[in-house]
């Protein structure tokens, strides 16, 4: 499958767009074949772009969350730079955003001034707490969200809350509102709708306690709020991390009571522990966890890591290596799949991962990533502008300076 038949073929998504939960939902299109136009202010451009300068003078957020779009630089305060956006919106499918709480409505692209300008345009609005809520005017970014839903609360320990690495209410907001504008397109094409496109409202709050479903939902029926045990789970027991003879971390436990039988009999060799009633059943071995991690730590700490990971195999009992960032770039499973590829940048190629999908004849588009304006005046000439056109629009500081 080429890149001209790939799934979004011929969609055209704006993005007025910052650090990652937009980003992400347009990079995610962009992948499946979709033009992603990224209008960014032409001083400075999306701040995630001075987070750092790690990827040859580059920003990793940036590098991550932006390849295949195209940037194009206006000043949305000037209505010279006002007029081409909505000259780009006259074209496009979908506008993805995730500006500042009432951003979109001062600059009169909300959804309802949307449905009346551009009524084809599935307009699509990320923001922190969704309106209508006592937080809803409130800046939110991942940390403060997860402090706001739970998620804290459920990782780390107890008077060590910790948050997630991964930035997991950006990301999953992001790859939501992306299931959201394709569901659209294809609501669309299947039963040729051409009523005004609806728009969606996606918050970063409403994900990440949709994400807590099941600690909220215990919660609700119990009334305990479940002790965050680190690498542990409240949920099953025995299940955790355990140091191995080696200076290695291995990660195993069980997640029902045939695995916790081969565990005990097979792997730990500890027999006594598997006729033992009180742990006959997850919630009897939850509740004398401590006794089973020590057990484990003794057996795990007699052993290499090979070993241990070997021995588990064999019992199937579910275990991983613990590892850190450096170690999974070079992981021998990414490598052994082909999962890396080369993407261009302004600085030079670099490798990136693939998406997750592994779609049959189609290989993810996994476009350059774009120089700050790079695309400015090529995009402004498809619009009809006039090469005297634009350096005016330059002129009056309606665009960014000319790429170099």
Not at 163 to 187: E, R
Request: aromatic share 4%; hydrophobic share 40%; proline share 6%.
């Amino acid at each position: 499958m080429t890149s001209s038949t790939a799934p979004l073929s011929g969609i055209t998504v704006i993005a007025l767009e910052q650090a990652v939960s937009a980003p992400m939902c347009t990079r995610v299109l962009a992948d499946f074949g979709a033009r992603v136009i990224k209008i960014e202010n032409p001083v400075g451009g999306d701040f995630a772009r001075h987070y750092d300068d790690v990827v040859l003078g580059q920003a990793a957020h940036f590098v991550w969350a932006n390849r295949g779009k195209e940037s194009v630089t206006l000043n949305l305060k000037s209505p010279a730079g006002m007029d081409v956006l909505h000259r780009l919106l006259d074209r496009a499918d979908a506008v993805v955003s995730n500006l500042a709480p009432g951003a979109t409505a001062r600059l009169g692209l909300s959804p309802v001034d949307l449905k009346v300008l551009h009524p084809q345009v599935i307009a699509v609005e990320i923001d922190g707490y969704g309106p209508g809520g006592p937080l809803s005017h409130k800046r939110a970014y991942d940390l403060l969200v997860q402090a706001e839903s739970g998620s804290c609360a459920s990782t780390g320990f107890v008077g060590m809350p910790a948050k997630p690495g991964a930035a997991v209410a950006d990301i999953t907001t992001g790859l939501y509102s992306a299931l959201s504008v394709m569901a659209l397109l294809l609501g669309r094409a299947r039963h040729g709708d051409t009523r005004a496109a609806p728009s969606v409202a996606v918050s970063l709050f409403d994900t990440m306690t949709d994400i807590m479903g099941y600690q909220l939902t215990y919660t609700q029926h119990c009334g305990v709020d479940q002790t965050p045990l680190g690498m542990g789970s409240p949920a099953v027991a025995p299940y955790g991390a355990f140091a191995t003879r080696d200076g290695q971390t291995v990660v195993l436990g069980t997640t029902n009571d045939r695995e916790w039988q081969r565990l005990a009999r097979d792997v730990i060799q500890r027999p006594d522990l598997a006729d033992d009633p009180r742990l006959a059943t997850n919630s009897g071995r939850c509740a004398h966890r401590d006794e089973l991690d020590i057990a484990i730590e003794n057996w795990c700490a007699q052993h290499d890591l090979d070993h241990v990971q070997g021995a588990a195999d064999r019992a199937g009992i579910g275990n991983a290596r613990y590892n850190r960032p450096s170690e999974v770039i070079a992981h021998p499973h990414l490598r052994a799949r082909d999962r890396w590829r080369e993407v261009s940048t302004p600085n030079g190629t670099i490798e990136a991962l693939l998406p997750p999908p592994v779609i049959s004849d189609l290989e993810m588009a996994m476009g350059p990533v774009p120089g700050l304006g790079e695309h400015t005046d090529a995009i402004l000439a498809e619009l009809g502008f006039s090469a005297h056109e634009v350096s005016a629009l330059r002129g009056d500081g309606a665009i960014g300076p000319e790429f170099a």
